[in-house]
């Protein structure tokens, strides 16, 4: 069933797709109510609210094959609870761009201004190809794994974000971040130190990822993440900062470090050299990178005295013995 035909102002019913569909139980008009419901969970934008309070009906539906808003799905389990203005679905997607999908939404049209809380579980899913079909492009690529538990209230696009409230969980896997070339974000800190020459900037540019996972907070729209951990063939990388819908403004920070010698069954994994702080500004649609320099030198400088501190130490150690070095050592 391709629902974005009858969505489409358009399109006329000569050229709606044919679609294998099976009722789990029966109600008159389910096949309707249950594909007007769907439309209506679908498109956030815009709530019909006099639509979704007059529906009043249960029932299950099961659904062959469905594209609804540029995304495609099989194998779609439908359950279906509206009566007085709230419409409750639970739904789960056996084939979800080569993974799969389950979760529930429920819309509370009782007032004014429309209530959705949003639940949903994301397994295993390829990011391209989703991203591809709902944002035409894909600047992420790898497997996720997520948690969305989400509440907001509004009936346009911009109220609902402002208003956005809940908690998100991921983790993708063999991935890569497109526009985006982390060593050489690194490269170039380091030619700054050395008084070296920047390489430029490629459209090109691209970061490689094994492991990318983390979880975020919102709060009336601002997303805050704290734990961003990001594991590459050569760096580690960890993040925290925040990113406002609303607005689309990026305030996040990056500390990456390269990797000296992996971890083995009997050995931690070893980082080489000082951390590079890596500022993340701009918007959603014009990000800018930029090296935090202070935090570099002042972690090349306090690498250097700590070295030379473990050197002191040691000499007093020879000298004066281990009780007067231990005393010394406790004012640093």
């Known amino acids: 069933l391709d629902l974005d035909r009858y969505m489409a ?111 949903h579980q994301l397994r295993k899913v390829q990011i391209a190809p989703l991203l591809k079909d709902t944002l035409d492009e894909a600047k992420v690529t790898g497997v996720v794994n ?3 538990n989400l509440k907001g209230r509004g009936n346009t696009e911009t109220a609902l974000k402002s208003s956005l409230n ?14 985006f ?17 920047l390489s430029t900037t490629n459209k090109n540019d691209q970061t490689v990822f094994s492991v990318l996972k983390g979880s975020a907070q919102i709060t009336n729209g601002l997303v805050s993440n704290e734990d961003l951990y990001v594991e590459a063939s050569k760096l580690r990388v960890k993040g925290a900062g925040t990113v406002n819908l609303v607005s689309e403004e990026i305030d996040y920070s990056i500390n990456a470090r390269l990797l000296r010698k992996p971890a083995t069954e009997t050995e931690d994994e070893k980082i080489k050299g000082i951390p590079i702080t890596i500022n993340v500004g701009g918007t959603f649609s014009n990000p800018a990178y930029s090296v935090d320099m202070i935090a570099m030198l002042t972690a090349k400088n306090k690498e250097k005295i700590n070295k030379k501190k473990d050197e002191w130490l ?8 281990p009780d007067v070095r231990d005393l010394i050592k406790g004012f640093f």
């Open 166 to 179: 809940g908690h998100i969980d991921f983790n993708v896997k063999d991935g890569v971040v497109k526009g």
């Open 146 to 148: 997520a948690a969305i």
């Open 9 to 119: 102002a358009t399109s006329s019913a000569n050229n709606a797709g044919q679609a294998d569909t099976k009722a789990a139980s029966q109600h008159q008009d389910m096949k309707a109510v249950s594909t007007a419901a769907i439309a209506a969970v679908a498109v956030t934008t815009l709530f019909p609210v006099e639509t979704l309070r007059a529906i009043n009906a249960q029932g299950k539906i099961s659904i062959e094959k469905l594209k609804v808003n540029q995304l495609n799905m099989s194998g779609l389990h439908f359950k279906l609870n509206a009566k007085n203005g709230t419409i409750s679905t639970q739904q789960t997607v056996k084939h979800f761009y080569q993974g799969s999908y389950s979760g529930a939404t429920s819309i509370d049209v009782h007032g004014k201004t429309p209530k959705i809380t949003l639940n």
């Open 314 to 321: 040691k000499k007093l150690d020879k000298k004066l013995g």
């Open 181 to 197: 070339n982390l060593q050489k974000i690194i490269d170039q800190g380091k030619a700054l130190i050395v008084g070296g020459v």
